[in-house]
């Protein structure tokens, strides 16, 4: 069964920083493209990040939404299968429950929600002083 589980969420004060991590179980992640969402309270779910498959010249692709780009980063580690979220100057409009998501194929930005059919339960980040 293929399986995702985000955690790291939390409570930070603005400008701080999270990491968050998103584990796979039931299949090998480097061969899937993950992609970060959010969503925050009253708004609909958007994307956040995403991270390709490594190709077979092993190249990885990522992408970022305008509003992240230079704060957050996507990154992989194989030997833990588990994708990660680094967040660093956190604000407040970054509130909203986190969520990652698996698909074969690419990293496709802006994300399309419904080429997703693996997703974790969500993990909820809170900013505020």
């Known amino acids: 069964q293929l399986q995702l589980v985000e955690s790291g969420g939390g409570l930070v004060q603005p400008g701080g920083s999270l990491r968050l991590s998103c584990a796979a179980f039931?299949?090998?992640?480097?061969?899937?493209?993950i992609g970060w969402l959010r969503q925050a309270p009253g708004k609909e779910r958007e994307g956040v990040s995403c991270?390709?498959?490594?190709?077979?010249?092993?190249?990885?692709?990522?992408n970022y939404a305008d509003s992240v780009k230079g704060r957050f980063t996507i990154s992989i580690d194989n030997a833990k299968n588990t994708v990660y979220l680094q967040m660093n100057s956190l604000e407040p409009e970054d509130t909203a429950v986190y969520y990652c998501?698996?698909?074969?194929?690419?990293?496709?930005?802006?994300?399309?929600?419904?080429?997703?059919?693996?997703w974790g339960q969500g993990t909820q980040v809170t900013v505020s002083s």
């Open positions: 998501a698996a698909r074969i194929g690419s990293c496709v930005f802006p994300i399309r929600q419904s080429e997703y059919p693996y």
């Open positions: 039931g299949f090998t992640l480097n061969n899937y493209a």
């Open positions: 991270m390709s498959a490594r190709s077979s010249w092993g190249v990885v692709t990522t």
